[in-house]
Structures are given as C-alpha cells and as structure tokens.
C-alpha cells in the first residue's frame, strides 16, 4: 500500500511539473510561434466582380475544352490563421482562409516570387465558378491549403507569410 501510494504521489508531482514544457522554447511544437496579423500587401484580384465575365473565361479552344494553361484563380479574401506542423522530414504549412462567396474550389498556397532571405512567402490562391452563387456563412466559406517543405527548403528561413487579398498573416521562429 505504502509503495503504490507513493508511486500515485510522485506520477503526480512529475506530471504536474511538465506544464512548463509547453512554453518553452525547447518543445518541438513551438517551432514556430502563433501565426500574427502582418502588416498587409493588399493583392489585387484580376476581377473584383464576379458578375462581369473575362473575355479569357469565355474563350474555348477548337476541342470545346477551356484552356487549361490560363490561371483563373485569385488571392484569397481574408487570411483567418496559419499553423506549421513539424514533420521528420521538414514541415506543413497549413493556411485558413475566408473566400468572398461559397464555391471556391482548388485553393493552393502558392510561392511568392523573388523570395528575400530569410522568409517565405505564399499567396493564397483558390478558383471561383463562372456562375454566381451566394455568399454563404463564414463556415461555408472557410478553406484550408497546406503545402509540405522540407528541412532544405527551411534553412535559415525565420519568417513564413501567407498572403491574401485583404490581408498577411506571418509565424516567426
């Protein structure tokens, strides 16, 4: 009895010292710190209104099919959150975005071009239908991305930024 008693009490004592480990910088799980709302770079969307046709969008080739070269995807409306998960052979980046009405489709964190040193950069890209549809809740309209790096790709990287239209969210190591 005495030795069970004792063993309960230090499992306990052991257990409850671990809640410092949560915070601290040696916790694999806090690589990276909660993502922030960054000072933003509004990108401009190639058709604000998605009543008003592209002439590229109607254009159809000579087999009837749409040309699949062209990008008809736009930045995101609004970057909720972003999380990185540490993986064994680098990390995911996971972005939460809100699309301006329901329907979106095919969201991509897309790789910014140039890079600076020391950050990545991801635009936020998804695909609206041709034909309107409705607004929609936030919970309809919210949509995850994520895109896999590895170690090589985050060397001497401090800062990941996800752009959308309205607005950046950055998480700093």
């Known amino acids: 009895m005495r030795i069970t008693l004792g063993a309960l009490l230090i ?13 601290s910088r040696v916790n ?10 960054a ?3 509004k990108v401009e969307a190639p058709n604000p209104n998605p ?20 990008d008809h995807s736009q930045p995101i409306a609004t970057i909720v959150d972003i999380d990185i998960q540490r993986t064994p052979i680098g990390a995911i980046v996971t972005a939460v975005g809100q699309a301006t009405r329901n329907g979106a489709y095919e969201a991509a964190l ?5 890079q600076e040193p020391g950050r990545l950069e991801f635009t936020f890209r998804v695909t609206y ?8 809740t936030e919970a309809t309209r919210t ?6 790096l590895t170690n090589q790709d985050l060397a001497g ?3 990941i930024r996800v752009v959308g239209e309205t607005n950046a969210r950055e998480s700093r190591r």
């Open 11 to 23: 499992g306990t004592l052991v257990l409850s010292s671990c809640g410092g480990w949560r915070d």
């Open 28 to 37: 694999p799980t806090n690589w990276f710190g909660n993502s922030r709302e």
């Open 39 to 41: 000072a933003g770079s």
């Open 51 to 70: 009543l008003i046709p592209d002439t590229d969008k109607d254009r159809v080739n000579l087999l009837g099919r749409d040309d699949d070269t062209v």
């Open 110 to 114: 897309v790789a910014s071009d140039p």
């Open 129 to 136: 239908p041709d034909k309107a549809t409705y607004r929609g």
């Open 143 to 148: 949509i995850r991305a994520a895109v896999s």
């Open 157 to 159: 990287v401090r800062v």
